[in-house]
């Protein structure tokens, strides 16, 4: 199946280059729009996006697999993305991260079978002094508790 971009979202893409001197610099928006329409970044998308703006391919690869929140694969439609860095660990990330694992039967970059949930295990979030935090989808979710994980994840839908 041939990925196209939305009218709408090609024209966001559009008023992001114009953000910039290159347009090789609205890669992570564009890649971002895309994730947005498509759920995940596949080849298909990054060749349309290195078309776009006017770079080889692998160029735009190498944004995806530099950064946590470009996904190559579905996910759930709760992403839950620990944050098991330093201040988190030492507060207790590992213990939520165990906690998560357990509680949804999957472990890093797995989703349940269901497709609700996805887990990912990531490094400094910028919430070191809240620690421990997830985030979920584009929420954070700071001083966490094991409590505090059970409630949240029992609220979602």
């Not at 992570?28 to 329409?37: D, G, K, R, T």
């Not at 660990?89 to 949930?117: C, H, S």
Request: charge should be negative; proline fraction near 4%.
């Amino acid at each position: 199946m041939e990925f196209n971009f939305t009218p709408e979202n090609l024209e966001r893409i559009n008023a992001e280059i114009k953000k910039y001197p290159k347009k090789q610099s609205a890669v992570m928006a564009a890649l971002y729009i895309a994730q947005e329409q498509n759920g995940y970044i596949t080849n298909e998308i990054m060749v349309k996006i290195a078309e776009l703006l006017d770079m080889h391919p692998h160029d735009v690869l190498s944004v995806v697999t530099f950064y946590t929140m470009y996904f190559q694969k579905p996910m759930g439609k709760y992403h839950i993305q620990v944050c098991t860095n330093v201040s988190c660990m030492l507060r207790g990330a590992y213990d939520i991260w165990n906690q998560l694992k357990e509680k949804l039967k999957i472990d890093n970059l797995e989703v349940t079978p269901d497709g609700k949930f996805s887990l990912e295990e990531v490094e400094c979030m910028g919430s070191c002094g809240t620690a421990p935090m997830f985030a979920i989808n584009e929420d954070y979710y700071e001083n966490l508790t094991k409590e505090k994980v059970e409630e949240i994840i029992n609220s979602l839908n």
